[in-house]
């Protein structure tokens, strides 16, 4: 089975086509090859056009997403794939307002938000069917100085746009760009989607993509890049004014994680009653170093909480996978950016731009923007 899109010549009238003058075009295109159509499932005469609604959503009760707002040519997916987000961005924001944990002015973020790469589509769209109509490369086509056609260089260029990925959202109630400390992690652009890289996960040593601890179920994470907190555990003294450059990480993330998890802190703050401590906004942890160099006793236990079900805490065991059996401790949420036994070595922080003695922290939204 194929599919064809077939330019016809100009002035024709979409109306006015016929199944027999797209299957002779065709023929015409494959010239010397012959080409015989057993049957065909579908077929459609459209003239191309890029179109965009005034408005995408009427008194923040109606909400216009995909073709009902942008049309364009069929090529490069982006009819899916723009309408798929904007369903999605939409969807979130619809589900946290009906869950209670947001109001409905959320729901202005939609318009602010879509309505902006819509008007980017459109534009990106007459510059791809102009070069998808095989003129010549000085007149904005992809023909070259033999008259061949090359459409490699427009799609290379174009793969990272039609993915999705190259999207940035503008300051709103939800994206800060202006108040976020960009230094910090020059590889996550506020406002971009969170890209993925390998990291180790700490309780069990599996080479996982990071992205896959930020399943799409409706919930705010906070990731936190903690540096290398390595030290000897029995020597802490939180209450000291100056620490050793040793201690120092180790200082910094378990007073944050205080903060976080206190009766008064974020996370308390937003938690729904008789939820679980991550229901709402989870906290991921990275930490940099080697792996069998740290104790899991080292790392804040509010880091590692109680979660699920029967809420129970176990005490503690020699046998670590006994320990495992005993308690419901919630130890998926902590990652190393260290080398694994099998698949080598994500270099997370290199790929971040995270310097590991200064550390950041991203705030993940549920449709896992920064």
Same mark, same amino acid.
């Given at each position: 089975?194929?599919?064809?899109?077939?330019?016809?010549?100009?002035?024709?009238?979409?109306?006015?086509?016929?199944?027999?003058?797209?299957?002779?075009?065709?023929?015409?295109?494959?010239? @010397?090859?012959?080409? =015989?159509?057993?049957?065909?499932?579908?077929? /459609?005469?459209?003239?191309?056009?890029?179109?965009?609604?005034?408005?995408?959503?009427?008194?923040?009760?109606?909400?216009? !997403?995909?073709?009902?707002?942008?049309?364009? /040519? @069929?090529?490069?997916?982006?009819?899916?794939?723009?309408?798929?987000?904007?369903?999605?961005?939409?969807?979130?924001?619809?589900?946290?307002?009906?869950?209670?944990?947001?109001?409905?002015?959320?729901?202005?973020?939609?318009?602010?938000?879509?309505?902006?790469?819509?008007?980017?589509?459109?534009?990106?769209?007459?510059?791809?069917?102009?070069?998808?109509?095989?003129?010549?490369?000085?007149?904005?086509?992809?023909?070259?100085? =033999?008259?061949?056609? =090359?459409?490699?260089?427009?799609?290379?260029?174009?793969?990272?746009?039609?993915?999705?990925? !190259?999207?940035?959202?503008?300051? /709103?109630?939800?994206?800060?760009?202006?108040?976020?400390? *960009?230094?910090?992690?020059?590889?996550?652009?506020?406002?971009?989607?969170?890209? /993925?890289? *390998?990291?180790?996960?700490?309780?069990?040593?599996?080479?996982?993509?990071?992205?896959?601890?930020?399943?799409?179920?409706?919930? %705010?994470?906070?990731?936190?890049?903690?540096?290398?907190?390595?030290?000897?555990?029995?020597?802490?003294?939180?209450?000291?004014?100056?620490?050793?450059?040793?201690?120092?990480?180790?200082?910094?993330?378990?007073?944050?994680?205080?903060?976080?998890?206190?009766?008064?802190?974020?996370?308390?703050?937003?938690?729904?009653?008789?939820?679980?401590?991550?229901?709402?906004?989870?906290?991921?942890?990275?930490?940099?170093?080697?792996?069998?160099?740290?104790? *899991?006793?080292?790392?804040?236990?509010?880091?590692?909480?109680?979660?699920?079900? %029967?809420?129970?805490?176990?005490?503690?065991?020699?046998?670590?996978?006994?320990?495992?059996?005993?308690?419901?401790?919630?130890?998926?949420?902590?990652?190393?950016?260290?080398?694994?036994?099998?698949?080598?070595?994500?270099?997370?922080?290199?790929?971040?731009?995270?310097?590991?003695?200064?550390?950041?922290?991203?705030?993940?939204?549920?449709?896992?923007?920064?």
């Amino acid at each position: 089975m194929n599919r064809f899109y077939i330019e016809l010549p100009h002035g024709t009238v979409a109306k006015k086509v016929k199944l027999e003058d797209l299957q002779a075009a065709t023929r015409q295109i494959f010239r @010397p090859y012959q080409v =015989d159509f057993a049957d065909t499932f579908w077929w /459609s005469a459209y003239s191309i056009g890029q179109r965009l609604a005034d408005h995408f959503s009427k008194a923040n009760r109606v909400f216009l !997403t995909g073709d009902a707002c942008h049309t364009h /040519s @069929p090529k490069a997916g982006q009819g899916m794939n723009v309408s798929l987000q904007d369903g999605y961005n939409i969807g979130w924001k619809i589900a946290s307002i009906l869950k209670g944990q947001t109001g409905p002015e959320l729901l202005k973020t939609y318009v602010i938000e879509r309505q902006r790469i819509a008007e980017i589509l459109i534009n990106w769209d007459k510059v791809w069917a102009k070069q998808m109509a095989s003129m010549g490369k000085d007149a904005g086509g992809v023909l070259d100085a =033999d008259g061949n056609i =090359d459409f490699s260089e427009i799609f290379v260029k174009a793969e990272a746009f039609t993915a999705g990925l !190259t999207v940035i959202y503008d300051d /709103s109630s939800i994206t800060r760009a202006k108040g976020s400390s *960009q230094q910090l992690a020059t590889n996550l652009i506020v406002g971009m989607r969170f890209p /993925s890289i *390998q990291v180790v996960r700490f309780c069990d040593a599996f080479p996982m993509q990071l992205v896959r601890a930020l399943p799409s179920d409706g919930r %705010w994470r906070i990731v936190i890049f903690a540096g290398d907190i390595r030290q000897d555990a029995a020597s802490r003294k939180l209450n000291q004014v100056s620490y050793a450059s040793d201690q120092l990480a180790y200082v910094l993330i378990y007073q944050l994680g205080e903060y976080l998890f206190s009766d008064g802190g974020l996370i308390q703050k937003h938690l729904p009653p008789g939820s679980d401590i991550d229901s709402f906004i989870e906290v991921i942890v990275v930490l940099f170093g080697e792996r069998l160099k740290i104790d *899991q006793e080292q790392i804040p236990q509010c880091f590692w909480p109680v979660t699920g079900k %029967w809420q129970m805490r176990g005490r503690a065991n020699p046998d670590y996978l006994l320990s495992l059996l005993t308690t419901r401790l919630d130890l998926h949420k902590i990652y190393i950016d260290d080398e694994s036994y099998h698949g080598g070595h994500g270099h997370a922080y290199d790929f971040y731009g995270v310097h590991p003695e200064k550390g950041t922290i991203a705030i993940i939204r549920p449709d896992n923007c920064k």
